[in-house]
């Protein structure tokens, strides 16, 4: 009949739409970011970016302090004697004065290293952060991406299981086909549309997530990345630790500097009054301490210890590190054998469609079963879009454990 001939062209229609179209899974917007701008824009809300301040306050008070000679607080003496209740001889000493500690040239140089040591630690806290905030990145762009991808193939899922329910059910109402067929159809529309109703979520939560941290509604124009070639030396979080124990060697250096203390000076002035004889003069002293107390060795065993905790941290991030490369490489791998073998169970699960569209024609297999080969048709072309992102997300994962901050090769 002309109608049955039309039900299975419109069954060919809807396979080939599916065999074929790509699910367009890219952000669009009038304005696209780079990845660049993104870092910026991430960077702005970033909570840890106050640390910087912090960083350079630290580091200027270090420097103000090294730039000069008071070491502590200034004490202002005011003195009395006064023989009234002993030899009453109309004896009295007044005396007033100002009582400082001051930095000796060594400990004033120890001052002035661990403030240069903050100083080159800015930069290193600024990359840190940066490669911190593009890990982040990374996963909100791939998590969109991703989440995009998987809204858009079950949008075309549901709109070709309308199409079928739609066509089963003008074949049921004609008598063409079993009320079985029609229930069957429905129960797959229903099924896809609870789905697209899960993915609708996902997506929403992933650009919503997106929006959030960089302000904007569209990706980049493409977020897929190359591998990148950093020098495993400069890698942000060893640098950060590196910077860390040389701050560790600094701070010990300095108190070893203080072993003895700092001297304090004394300037004042004094009346001495004896009966009717006054006597003015200026007075100055100088205390010196000894270095002998026991305090001095507690802290530097603990700076000490300080030391060997940074160093370890240093050598387990470098073996972490190289872990994690060569995992991340294991992945890549992986994934590419896996990209090669969804393309070809997608090509069979083509042919097989083909084949079955053909043997429905001739009468050979029901409704029931060009439906089930047809959904293997759909979800081989998920697969194999997935393996695509996947591979992508993959790449920028490495690229991440490598020390890549984005925009620095990937603008």
Do not use: C
């Not at 007044?94 to 500690?101: H, L, S, T, Y």
């Not at 302000?215 to 493409?222: E, H």
């Amino acid at each position: 009949m002309p109608l049955k001939k039309t039900f299975r062209k419109s069954i060919l229609s809807l396979t080939v739409l599916f065999a074929f179209s790509i699910p367009p899974v890219s952000a669009n917007d009038a304005s696209q970011p780079t990845f660049t701008d993104l870092l910026q824009a991430y960077t702005q809300q970033q909570p840890q970016q106050q640390t910087l301040s912090g960083l350079q306050a630290l580091q200027q008070a270090q420097k103000k302090q090294a730039n000069g000679w008071i070491a502590g607080d200034i004490n202002m003496v005011l003195h009395h004697e006064n023989d009234a209740l002993t030899d009453d001889n109309d004896a009295q000493n007044w005396q007033v004065g100002a009582e400082f500690p001051i930095w000796l040239p060594s400990q004033k140089q120890g001052l002035s290293d661990l403030a240069d040591v903050y100083q080159q630690s800015f930069p290193i806290e600024q990359a840190y952060l940066s490669w911190q905030a593009s890990g982040i990145l990374r996963q909100l762009i791939w998590d969109y991406q991703i989440a995009s991808a998987e809204f858009s193939i079950a949008q075309q899922t549901l709109t070709t299981s309308k199409q079928l329910l739609e066509s089963v059910q003008k074949q049921v109402a004609l008598g063409e086909s079993a009320l079985i067929d029609g229930v069957l159809a429905e129960q797959t529309f229903l099924n896809h549309k609870a789905a697209l109703i899960k993915q609708q979520s996902q997506f929403d939560m992933a650009k919503q997530a997106y929006q959030k941290w960089t302000g904007f509604n569209a990706l980049p124009t493409t977020i897929v990345e190359t591998k990148a070639k950093v020098d495993f030396e400069q890698h942000p979080d060893i640098l950060l630790l590196e910077s860390q124990l040389a701050l560790a060697n600094a701070t010990l250096r300095q108190i070893e500097t203080q072993k003895t203390g700092q001297p304090s000076l004394y300037f004042g002035a004094q009346q001495d009054k004896l009966a009717s004889q006054t006597d003015t003069s200026l007075v100055m002293e100088v205390s010196i301490p000894l270095g002998v107390s026991s305090e001095f060795g507690v802290q530097k065993a603990q700076q000490k210890l300080q030391i060997q905790r940074n160093q370890a941290s240093v050598e387990q991030a470098k073996k972490s590190i190289l872990l994690a490369q060569q995992q991340a490489e294991q992945r890549l791998i992986q994934l590419q054998f896996s990209l090669d073998l969804t393309a070809q169970q997608q090509n069979l699960a083509q042919q097989a469609l083909e084949m079955s569209l053909k043997a429905y024609k001739l009468g050979a297999i029901t409704v029931q079963n060009l439906l089930l080969i047809q959904q293997q048709a759909i979800d081989a072309k998920r697969n194999a879009v997935l393996a695509q992102h996947q591979f992508g997300q993959a790449t920028a994962n490495y690229n991440q454990i490598s020390g890549d901050i984005l925009g620095a090769t990937h603008p």
